[in-house]
Each structure stands twice: as C-alpha cells, then as structure tokens.
Nanobody, 115 residues
Framework: QVQLVESGGGLVQAGGSLRLSCAAS????????MGWYRQAPGKQRELVAS???????NYEDSVKGRFTISRDNVKNTVYLQMNSLKPEDTAVYYC?????????WGQGTQVTVSS
C-alpha cells in the first residue's frame, strides 16, 4: 500500500539543473534506504544515488560531484539535485524506497538533456 510519487523531471539544456522529488505515503514502517535509479532507452536500470537512514550516501561515478541526494524524514521524501546535466543523463528516473527490506518504486519521471 506504499505509494511513491515522483516529480521534477523535464527538458533541460546541457549544463542546466533539475531537482527530482519523491514522496512516500501509505502504510509504512520506518524507511531504510532511499535512492534513485535511471533507465535509458535500450539500457538496463542502474543505481544513480542512494542514501541510508544514517545519511550515508553513495553515487554512481559519472554523477559524483554533479548530483546530490538528500532526504527529509519528516516528509518521507527523497530528493535528487542534478547540476551540470549532460545529454548522457537522459533517462527515466525512478525513486526507490526500502521499507523493512521490501523495495517500492515510483512511477518514473523523464529527464531529457539536450546538447
């Protein structure tokens, strides 16, 4: 019954910025890990960034220094601030929340970066 609602995707020029948000609601236990994945056309889904309940973060190498993941535990929301966007960042971005070792997924939001 957990629902994840994503927002913030869109079209942006290379070098621009976007902020993705994902709010969790429903019958939940305490949230463990929150993260963002992305999937480009013809490619497998990959982990972009994650943040633990202890605020430990992990980033895919290509986004390190450009993207920042954060969480608001009061709002049950995870954010992905994306700066210096590149065309290769173009993908559908999915938020992911781990609750009691069960994974929940957002609906996906399209991010398109033009050169």
């Amino acid at each position: 019954q957990v629902q994840l609602v994503e927002s913030g995707g869109g079209l942006v020029q290379a070098g621009g910025s976007l902020r993705l948000s994902c709010a969790a609601s429903g019958n939940m236990f305490s949230i463990n890990t929150m993260g963002w994945y992305r999937q480009a056309p013809g490619k497998q889904r990959e982990l972009v960034a994650s943040i633990s309940s202890g605020s430990s973060t992990n980033y895919e190498d290509s986004v390190k220094g450009r993207f920042t993941i954060s969480r608001d535990n009061v709002k049950n929301t995870v954010y992905l601030q994306m700066n210096s966007l590149k065309p290769e960042d173009t993908a559908v971005y999915y938020c992911n929340v781990i609750i009691r070792f069960k994974a929940y997924w957002g609906q996906g939001t399209q991010v398109t970066v033009s050169s």
